[in-house]
């Protein structure tokens, strides 16, 4: 078996990786481990970034928010700041698996794994939020629609750490709706998962919209065709119906072992229709 | 490839000196003799190796033996004080929460530590606690009315009660 | 023994206490000294013939002690119950992915890992047989080649009365082909043991196992040693329900002690093991057609039912013909016809599994039933009511019910429940996006074994020389607390404190063959054998009592915790002081205990027939989400007949576990296979319950009186889970008006189906 490092600082990360270059970087395990067991691992030296301190913590910068790579998604729930300021966040990380899995899985472990199905995503995309990529000698920051460039592929390049996620405040929108289709209700995958923010004006007539689609293409599905289909139009049937169309045309999701391709497209268009109730709820 | 590990077990200062890609799992089974903490699947899918990791739960079967390092770690043998039964096992005993056994560990690890954080849960708040230790044999139902009657216990009173 | 019930001790489960600390150690729990792990290779391919298996590679590798191939075995290298065709390591043949084709020795854990990776084998992959009528076709591939009946393992005929005739009669026929899931058993302890050979050269085999007596032999044939150079011990078990019902890890285990120069052997499968190499629940094809009178009243009854019951036998005939012998559910019908078929396929082993052919024909007929009350404009519980059979009438063999038979008192119990008198009110107050329906089933479960095969038990109960009261067990506690249930009925008996008593749990070497821990007999049979025991016990205390304390009439003698105290003088002596002056022979009194069964009944079905039945009717409400498909089970009734209450904790505890188990297979349960390959492999894919996914349950005993059973009581373990499927499948129909009749009503096959009628998202 291999070794296992422990590094306490971003320092050490990169010193490690110049040494190790072969070496697999993890967080909370629940990926990399889930995927392949420990046992399977090959022998290739670990970096387990759970104590690296400069990776931890929620913090307001202003006009954005900035969350800490090694963030778990129980601290992204109990954080004041993102339930103020990004609560679709929230509401997507109570969703994943059950509280031991959120106690070890991080925010940056879900983005770099790139899953389609990974349930954090979505909102991401929305608010648009950017990455920031440390190595020894750089660091840079990317739209995550960029850095996420296919199933399980990320522009990560070698030596690099995905260090935060950065948050814009100003994204103008004050509804909210997350909805993640599993096979259970808990500890599940999800066949499909639906973000949505908008701004609504007074007169109930939308102002903005954003969508965002998780399992039902290779990565996050969103579409300015679909966005736009809501503007300058009030949260009605007829409005979420045509969304719903354009939705079913335009997502492209595959068959495996938990639902079909035709499953995932008609409950994609599906869960835009539970909008028009929501928004009536909430007033 | 081994290394000494120093680690704090059921409030003990120990150390095992080990391969550190070793599940945590096994060291605790195999190298300290805890076959309290069980594996259920071995991929963070069951929640049978549930311990605690500086108060918060943690599936052992999906960490290295190398982040033990350091840590405050309570398997289901250190969760009882001095002879005592914890509030959540007696629980468990009384309202036959308790079935084949194997989810026990961990269900009452996930217990401990949802009622540290929360007193008086709802039913629930229960349920979503403890959806990450699967279950086959009760149905969760009594496993819940444990958990409702620890906090009463521990607590002097439920949401409800 | 009416009375005894009241004296029945209560309080919690004797087994708690070690299980909530982490203490009991189950098979998977010896870890001692020295000792090696064993594997399998598996073989991973469906179909195949074996051509020779490389070892180099891994036995290159450190820590490797040995790699064994089906050559190292000395026995027939077969196991099996109903045939003998299942090797302990493939020879000629691979039949199903899950097959051993090697068996590596290791130092480590880790190490035996790496080196199953590096063990190979060349073989000539074989067209493969993947369906259940598909197999019974002329030219299909043959599973095994020296079955006189191709791919039929078992076929069974029920005639009463003139089927055809009748439905030709009938005023009204309703016909439907249903089809049931591969349902894996999904225990959190995963097959696992520990063996050795003794001093004495005595194999040594402890296993998480429903089966001890029965291993034991296996395990002698298969590895060509004598019975009395095997001992198999069962500690408590983390889960079975049928599923450690035969050998798993025995054989495999055995073999490897014989080669492990005496260190001791350890072996635990992982999950992904499990589910390959593990036994499921027998998927089911069935094709039915009722028909009824004009006023309701059932006619005739013709179906044809195809189990397919993978690549091995196992038990898998015998669930096919449990199943036929439930075909007709509960009620009383005059002409019938069944015809039962089990068919070996390259599928995944099938097996027992809490129901055990019961829940696959109980979907078929219960829907049935709904479509026959649809069809007449009749109240599905009054139909049921009319038709359901009651004691002293034939059932669908045409045996006759002696034993007790509440399932009338069940139905008119639902009846009653507030559930189903406001059904009206609670559908109509569905949300948006939601439909609400009602639905029930009804089932029965036979308890014991067929009146061919003799169920019986044997037990020992000791006063040790220090005056404490040992129990022996024969048959393992798989979770469900029979052994603490022996406990308590030998204390009602012996009127001690059951906390003070010991049990000793099932051990070959004490040599109380009880059959296996299973069929709805565990507390049914060898409960009766406890109290045996412990009334010969019994008399023996209060007979050397009475000498001791020189009371006349030894009826004024009570046994009291630890005592036996004269009511008339008061005096009292203590069981140590009664235990000195018992030799050897009087402290150890056995019981035994043979349940009832018909010779008569032979001749007419395979085994014979059962003639005790536990019964239960089932309401679920249910809410369909019309945007995803999902549905939620909102709320739970379940009355069960399954006799006296004796312990209302462990009865409940059967009752919950049951319906969750019946609410996966109805919902989410399917383990996947495509051509022999798993696509399920693991509890992320393999999806059961969690806390958040079940309701709380409803359980309403119907508490008849068995005079055969202990206290009255008679099987609880398997008759409920049958009830589940067709419950919410018929609620399903109650909220959509469409039927579901392939199961699990996946969100995908619910979606599909409202779909068709135009009501997604209504």
Known sequence: MGEVFLPGSLREVFDLLSGEPEALLYAGGTDLFVRSSLEEGGGKPLVCLERVEGLKGISDHGDEIRIGGCTTHSELIRSRLVREHFPLLMHAARRIGAPAVRNMGTIGGNICTASPAGDTLPPLYIFDAFVELCSAGRARRVPISEFITGPGQTALERGEVLSAICLKKDHGCTFFHFEKVGQRKAMAISVASFAFAAGINGDGMIRKARCAFGSVAPTVFTSSNIDRCFIDKPMDEDTLRQAALLVRSEVSPISDVRASEGYRRSVAGNLVMRLEDLVRDTG | ?161 | MKDEVRQFPGGPRLDALSKVTGREKYAADYYSGKFLWAGAKRALVPHARLASVHAEDALSLPGVVRVLTYRDIAGSNRTGIARNDQPVIADEKVRHAGDAVALVLAESREILRAALGRVSFDHEPLPGVFDAEDALKEGAPRVHEDNEKGNLLRAVTVRKGDAERALDESDVVVEGAFETSRQEHAYLETEAGWAFVDERGVLTVVASTQTPYRDRSEIARALGLDMEKVRVVAPYLGGAFGGKDGINVQCLLGLAALHSDGVPVKMWWDRTESFLAGMKRLPARMYYRLGAKMDGTFHGLSCRIYFDAGAYATLGGEVMAMGAEHAASVYRIANVSIDGYCSYTNNPIGGPFRGFGVPQVTFAMEQAVDMMAERLCMDPLEIRRRNVIRRGEKNCLGVELKYSTGIGECIERLMEHPFWKERQAWKSAAPKWKKRGIGMGCMGHAVGYPSLIPDQANTRLDLRSDGTICLYSGLPDLGQGNASTYLRIAAAILGQDPEAMELVQPDTDHDLPSGTSSASRTTYTFGNAVINAAQALRDVILGRAGTILDISDPGRAVLLPGKVRDEASGREVSLTVIARFLNDEERTQKGYFRAPYDESTIGIFYLGAHLLFSYGAHLARVEVDTVTGGIDVIDYVAVTDAGTVIDPVVYDQQVHGSVAQGIGLALTEDYLVSDGRHDTTGLSTYIIPTSMDLPDITSVPVETFEETGPFGMKGIGEVVISGCLPAISNAFHDACGMRITKSPLTPERVLSALARKGEVGK
């Open chain 2, 1 to 161: 490839m081994t290394r000494k590990i120093f680690f704090v077990l059921n409030g003990i200062s120990v150390h095992v000196e080990t391969d550190p890609a070793r599940r945590a799992l096994d060291v605790l089974r195999e190298d300290m003799g805890l076959t309290g903490t069980k594996e259920g699947c071995g991929r963070g899918e069951c929640g049978g190796c549930s311990i605690l990791v500086d108060g918060e739960v943690k599936l052992s079967c999906i960490m290295t033996a190398a982040q033990l390092e350091g840590k405050d770690i309570v398997t289901i043998e250190g969760v009882c004080g001095e002879g005592d039964l914890h509030p959540v096992q007696r629980s468990f005993i009384e309202r036959g929460a308790v079935q084949c056994g194997f989810c026990t560990p961990g269900m009452v690890i996930s217990s401990v530590a949802f009622l540290n954080a929360n007193p008086s849960p709802a039913r629930e708040e229960i349920r979503e606690a403890l959806s990450g230790n699967l279950c086959r044999c009760t149905g969760y139902q009594k496993i819940v009315d444990a958990v409702e009657d620890a906090a009463k216990k521990m607590h002097g009173g439920g949401r409800d009660g």
